[in-house]
């Protein structure tokens, strides 16, 4: 797959309506944006478009309202947010297409920028409608995908459209996405180590095969570890095990001896009876877990391991956290791993991390701003380490 898409920098957009798709799906509670992090990461794109001169129009999808307009799923809070963060009004238009939409796009002048409606208030959006594209396509004069966290969806906004409207581009945040985890991918600086965990081998099954020929070390926790232990025949208590995926593990540990890799599993764990934190929690042994008791996060033993086995790493990509970390007694793998990884970029590694709850770990472990990379998409870069094509990526022009 080639990442060398055309981007806004490659533009000619003075004066002219510039259609940027951008992922405002934010959380908003009482008419109020609770979390800006996805406004703010759309900025850049929207600064560079605005200091050439152009006519910036956005759309986005928040929520999912039932292919009609529904108040609970406006965009009306993220204008508000978004008029703050620019220190400059952004004006509004009811409907995404149509008269009204067409008519706030002519009111707009060079260096100013409008918000449209949320796109979903259409259901022809996730349908990828053509004629619904098509009306899209009328708003502006070149089109700008920068919403890296849906390119996994072939939607009107983010495929369609580019069929009636062109030229399209990338925006800042999508290049960041490709930039960073195209070339983890492509041509990683070695060792590369993998660090994968979560809940479920079955979601993740696709980034392991993917990913193990790839990398030089496979890292695993999180509750996907006790299937690969019990497909050892280490019993797992009551750990979250998918019984149908012991054929699975298999594979894998055979592929990795196979081609000479590397593949990690923890040798302790957290233990308790209780994965909401309400019991007490003892770190012991993998083979000790009673039948009644359950992995919560990798043991101390495993982490030092981890840490171990990160430290010469030159590119590391992290999906999945340790542990049941959003219980705080449970969160030391995770925040464990978290600082590992966090001291390798001064050391001129790379370190990325996909996932929208692994993501949130970095955030809560204070440390992001040490880490190359975190990704916005938490679908979009799951598939895009399963090594997918994305359909709103493959749109836009080759550079
Ligand atoms: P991401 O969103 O980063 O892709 P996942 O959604 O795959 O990550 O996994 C996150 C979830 O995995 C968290 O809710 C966490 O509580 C859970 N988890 C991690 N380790 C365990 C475990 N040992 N037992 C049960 N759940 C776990
Ligand atoms: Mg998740």
Redesign the pocket.
């Given at each position: 797959m080639s990442f060398a898409k055309k981007t806004v920098q490659h533009l000619d957009c003075a004066g002219r309506r510039v259609l940027v798709r951008v992922d405002f799906n934010v959380p908003v509670a009482n008419g109020e944006v609770t979390d800006d992090t996805r406004i703010v990461a759309a900025l850049p794109t929207v600064r560079y478009l605005l200091q050439k001169h152009a006519r910036v129009i956005l759309c986005s999808h928040l929520g999912r309202p039932k292919g009609g307009p529904d108040a609970k799923y406006s965009l009306k809070p993220v204008r508000e947010r978004l008029s703050r963060l620019l220190r400059q009004d952004v004006a509004w238009a009811d409907d995404c297409v149509g008269p009204a939409a067409e008519a706030a796009v002519m009111a707009l002048g060079d260096g100013q920028v409008l918000l449209l409606e949320n796109l979903r208030f259409h259901a022809e959006e996730e349908q990828n409608n053509a004629a619904f594209a098509q009306a899209l396509a009328r708003i502006g004069e070149c089109y700008v995908n920068d919403a890296f966290g849906t390119a996994h969806r072939a939607h009107a906004s983010t495929e369609g459209v580019t069929h009636y409207l062109k030229p399209a581009v990338a925006g800042l945040l999508m290049k960041n996405e490709l930039d960073y985890m195209g070339a983890a991918l492509e041509s990683p600086k070695r060792p590369f180590v993998a660090v994968l965990?979560?809940?479920?081998i079955s979601?993740?099954i696709d980034v392991i095969t993917a990913l193990l020929p790839k990398v030089d070390r496979l890292l695993i926790?999180?509750?996907m570890?006790?299937t690969f232990l019990k497909a050892q025949g280490i019993p797992v208590g009551r750990?979250?095990v998918e019984d149908d995926r012991l054929d699975v593990a298999r594979d894998v540990m055979a592929q990795a001896a196979a081609l000479g890799k590397e593949l990690v599993l923890p040798s302790d764990?957290l233990a308790s009876t209780a994965?909401d934190g309400s019991a007490a929690a003892s770190a012991k042994p993998v083979e000790q877990l009673l039948a009644g008791e359950?992995?919560?996060?990798i043991g101390p033993e495993s982490l030092a391991l981890f840490a171990s086995k990160l430290r010469d790493a030159k590119t590391v990509v992290w999906?999945?956290?340790?542990?049941?970390?959003?219980?705080p007694a449970f969160a030391a793998g995770t925040m464990g791993v978290a600082k590992a990884m966090s001291e390798l970029k001064a050391h001129g590694a790379v370190t990325v991390v996909?996932?929208?709850?692994?993501?949130?770990?970095v955030q809560q472990s204070g440390l992001a701003e040490r880490f190359s990379h975190l990704s916005t998409g938490?679908g979009a870069s799951?598939e895009f380490l399963e090594g997918k094509v994305l359909p709103g990526v493959a749109a836009l022009e080759d550079a």
């Open positions: 965990g979560g809940s479920k979601g993740k926790g999180g509750a570890m006790f750990s979250l764990c994965p359950m992995g919560v996060d999906n999945g956290p340790m542990g049941i970390f959003e219980v996909g996932g929208g709850d692994s993501v949130a770990a938490g799951l």
